[in-house]
């Protein structure tokens, strides 16, 4: 029966009805069959299933690989190690690289010492031993090269830049030999461990600009410009009131005495001895400012002493001289008297009358 039913699906198939064989149809019907035919070869001859090579296992060169297209491409590299879908794909004679994640390092070729963990860590790099761990991490580096990037979408907006440290951080398109810590509004407070109570020398003290940016205060006169000397500006601080204060609980619990001045009236006297916060509130109060200023003040009642003490030196010299000259006088005085006194006749007495 089953012999019986193929011979029949066989005489049916090959039957030259032209209303049950398609093939004895027009041409147009018959070109259409074949074009799609040819399109259902090509679609599955690229797609993403039929080129898919999944690697796995210790290759050649000391490399370690373990994804689809992990891989794929490589050469002579050595020293690689790739886990995840593409992870180093692309990656021809690299060595030491080491990439985990979905595309990590994907478009690295010759790149080296590179270290990629997550998905899209480093997807489109060509350079040379950056490291990013965190989704995205490095995502847009091309060419740059000694980057580290560490969380979510770390380094993200880098793109050329070398020797760049981001942790928590976006990072700003196009610079190099920058450390960011964190994003802006995210973190309100920093804390940092083995600084306090730590004992150096030669240090300087450290500031933080309205950009967030930490540094040391330049004095050099290759960073400033129209110099002149300060006069009366410095007289403003005549007009402050040092105070003496505690923080809030919520600041200092123990309630430590404190000294200083109260920002809100040191703007009243000079804005520019205030710095604002963000909205334009002050909040502290430049003290190295007030100290340079403190330091024209005395110099110039140091100038008025000075002057003083010079004047008066100049006066004791004339005393000085003065007496000299009174003492000189007095001394012709008591000579010319004495000689009066000797060219006088002697007196006479006269005999009392019996």
Not at 182 to 193: E, K, P, Y
Not at 313 to 325: C, D, S
Request: with cysteine; charged share 15%.
């Amino acid at each position: 029966m089953k012999t019986t039913a193929m011979k029949n699906h066989t005489l049916q198939t090959n039957s030259t009805d032209p209303v049950r064989n398609p093939f004895n149809r027009s041409p147009w019907w018959r070109t259409f069959l074949v074009l799609a035919t040819a399109f259902a070869v090509a679609c599955f001859a690229f797609s993403p299933s039929a080129r898919a090579v999944c690697q796995e296992g210790c290759v050649n060169n000391e490399n370690t690989v373990l994804g689809e297209d992990a891989l794929l491409s490589l050469t002579t590299g050595t020293e690689n190690v790739a886990l995840g879908y593409d992870a180093l794909q692309n990656t021809t004679t690299g060595l030491n690289n080491t990439a985990t994640g979905h595309s990590s390092l994907a478009s690295n070729t010759v790149g080296f010492n590179n270290t990629a963990h997550g998905w899209h860590a480093l997807i489109i790099t060509t350079g040379n031993q950056n490291t990013g761990v965190g989704c995205d991490a490095l995502v847009n580096n091309t060419t740059g090269s000694n980057n580290i990037a560490v969380g979510f979408r770390a380094g993200v907006n880098l793109t050329n830049g070398s020797n760049n440290i981001d942790i928590g951080s976006n990072g700003v398109v196009g610079e190099s030999n920058t450390i960011r810590i964190g994003n802006t509004g995210a973190q309100s407070a920093t804390f940092v461990a083995g600084v306090r109570g730590v004992a150096i020398a030669a240090a300087q003290p450290v500031g933080v600009n309205t950009a967030g940016q930490l540094g040391v205060r330049a004095s050099s006169a290759r960073f400033k410009e129209a110099i002149s000397s300060m006069d009366k500006a410095s007289e403003a601080i005549l007009a402050l009131r040092p105070v003496s204060f505690r923080y809030q609980k919520s600041l200092d619990p123990k309630g430590v005495p404190q000294f200083g001045l109260v920002a809100e009236e040191v703007a009243k006297v000079n804005p520019d001895l205030v710095v604002p916060d963000e909205e334009g509130k002050p909040f502290s109060v430049r003290y190295e400012e007030v100290s340079v200023m403190l330091l024209n003040e005395f110099l110039k009642e140091h100038r008025t002493v000075q002057e003083l003490k010079s004047a008066a030196a100049k006066q004791e010299a004339t005393i000085t001289r003065q007496q000299k000259q009174i003492e000189a006088l007095t001394a012709v005085l008591q000579k010319v008297s004495a000689q009066v006194e000797m060219s006088r006749p002697a007196p006479q007495r006269v005999a009392d009358s019996q």
